[in-house]
């Protein structure tokens, strides 16, 4: 397993802890997870209304992909600036922008509540971003003074509940998986429910009353993507899912986990439901 580079285990400002490892692996599974991710995000944003030549905020951007989806969609005559806490992550999307000649996205080194872009814009976006802040409303009004007049706010926050994963008919190590990877998330602080608290999020930070859906991937046996991202988020979730005493490396056979996952499946024909995400957005008066 890869070693876990992530900085001290400790909070600020009381935030709940990173779930994820802070190493090339958990690089690269954002990246996975974007892809697998991407329809319903992009989904969401077409909702929100994010069109050509839109200046768009992307908060915690990871390696950059929900970002890259922003650009495709405001076009070259549009620009988008993605801002992270991580400056080694931000180096990967920087040369990936790079790479593939996405003049019109930059990123900055930041928390999302006292980053200081100097400007205003069309649309403030985020996936996953939320539930990692002590107070998301407050997280919410401080972004929110970013927007021009008019402006549209679209997240998107994952609940961690027990019927928020699924597989049926049932199987134990899915069973297990999920169980898992929920007791690691509790034991960091992380807000298991962000998904279903969006709504009031939005609301309490005094911007107008959000439209929301809650969407989920639907997979069989045959979807090796499925299993795979299953298993690389447990994968990254280990640091401190081992450090939490949830299981042993023994116990979760990291290096199988997939493998194992969808014999599983495709044994008891079963459909799964990957992890239930909500979506939100709102405009402010113009």
């Known amino acids: 397993m890869s070693e876990d580079t992530r900085t001290p285990d400790t909070t600020v400002d009381g935030d709940p802890v990173y779930v994820m490892a802070r190493n090339s692996a958990e690089t690269q599974r954002l990246i996975d997870q974007a892809a697998f991710r991407e329809p319903l995000t992009r989904r969401l944003f077409e909702d929100a209304g994010i069109a050509p030549g839109m200046r768009v905020l992307d908060l915690g951007s990871g390696a950059g ?37 996405l003049d019109h996205v930059d990123f900055t080194v930041g928390d999302l509540r006292t980053v200081d872009p100097g400007e205003r814009f069309d649309a403030v976006i985020g996936r996953f971003v939320l539930m990692y802040l002590a107070d998301p409303a407050d997280g919410l009004r401080r972004v929110a003074r970013h927007l021009a007049p008019g402006g ?6 994952v609940n961690w509940r027990p019927e928020s994963m699924m597989a049926f008919p049932s199987t134990p190590l899915w069973e297990q998986l999920w169980t898992w990877m929920c007791e690691t ?57 081992l450090q939490y005493g949830v ?35 709102t405009r402010l008066p113009g």
């Open 185 to 241: 998330v509790e034991h960091a602080g992380v807000e298991k429910n962000m998904g279903f608290k969006l709504h009031h999020a939005f609301t309490e930070a005094g911007l107008p009353r959000p439209r929301s859906t809650l969407q989920a991937a639907i997979a069989d046996g045959d979807d090796t993507d499925a299993h795979l991202y299953a298993a690389h988020t447990l994968r990254g979730l280990m640091p401190l899912m």
């Open 65 to 101: 992909d929900v970002a890259f989806l922003a650009a495709e969609m405001v076009g070259p005559t549009g620009r988008v600036l993605g801002v992270d806490t991580d400056p080694e992550v931000l180096r990967t999307a920087r040369a990936r922008a790079e790479a593939a000649g």
């Open 247 to 281: 299981a042993t490396e023994e116990e979760v056979g990291i290096d199988s986990l997939a493998r194992r996952l969808q014999a599983e499946t495709r044994a008891a024909g079963s459909i799964l439901k990957i992890t239930d995400v909500v979506g939100a957005y």
């Open 152 to 157: 549209t706010l679209a997240l998107m926050e």
